[in-house]
């Protein structure tokens, strides 16, 4: 039987799911401040007015919040590159010109949204065994879907002869990295038009 929506056990969940984006939000604005390794789960609990316990009763240790932060500022990344990268007749692209275009916006925006994000996790993966397999984990996840979207091209006939799937999304995989758009767009200055601009022709030479 599915509890009513005024249950004890509903009430809690909703208490729950409270309480976690009160910590994560706590978090993310203190290790964009402050770095990952000033910041401590004793300073993230004061921020979100919460205990100790609570933190890791609730999410986990450093690197499970910063896996939590990642995961709330790309909440809503690419939602159009998800379906362009499946397969079947959900997909909205009907022309390689297209899953291109969608890749290519996609990659932008998340890259846009959790640049902040990905410097915290550069700085930590030399430091924190835990917060390295977490981005070798996020990337070979970015990897897999591109694969998709590979799969995508290759049923629209979008990629050039001798071009395997796997060789295709590692292409994508490294032109949307996210530490070419912070060399290019932080480092170097450029625009966000101009990267968009970079990142949909170096996909289409690569791949078409």
């Known amino acids: 039987m599915e509890n009513s929506p005024d249950s004890p056990a509903t009430r809690r969940t909703r208490q729950g799911a409270a309480t976690r984006e009160v910590i994560v939000e706590a978090a993310q604005?203190?290790?964009?401040?402050?770095?990952?390794?000033p910041t401590s789960i004793a300073?993230?609990?004061?921020?979100?007015?919460?205990a100790v316990q609570t933190v890791y009763n609730s999410i986990g240790g450093?690197?499970?919040?910063l896996a939590a932060v990642l995961d709330r500022t790309a909440a809503t990344e690419a939602p159009g590159l998800v379906a362009a990268a499946g397969p079947g007749p959900a997909a909205p692209a009907r022309s390689a010109g297209e899953v291109i275009r969608i890749l290519a916006a996609g990659i932008v925006e998340a890259n846009t949204r959790t640049a902040g994000v990905h410097r915290v996790i550069l700085q930590a993966a030399g430091v924190d065994p835990d917060v390295a397999k977490l981005e070798l984990r996020r990337s070979s996840q970015r990897?897999?879907?591109y694969g998709e979207a590979a799969s995508t091209l290759r049923g629209l006939r979008g990629l050039r002869a001798g071009l395997s799937d796997h060789e295709a999304a590692a292409a994508i995989w490294a032109i949307g990295h996210p530490q070419v758009y912070r060399s290019l767009v932080l480092d170097l200055g450029w625009s966000g038009a101009a990267y968009r601009d970079w990142v949909e022709k170096t996909l289409s030479a690569a791949l078409s």
């Open 29 to 37: 604005r203190l290790m964009l401040e402050r770095g990952y390794i």
């Open 43 to 50: 300073a993230i609990a004061a921020n979100a007015g919460v």
């Open 143 to 145: 990897l897999y879907h």
């Open 62 to 65: 450093k690197a499970d919040l």
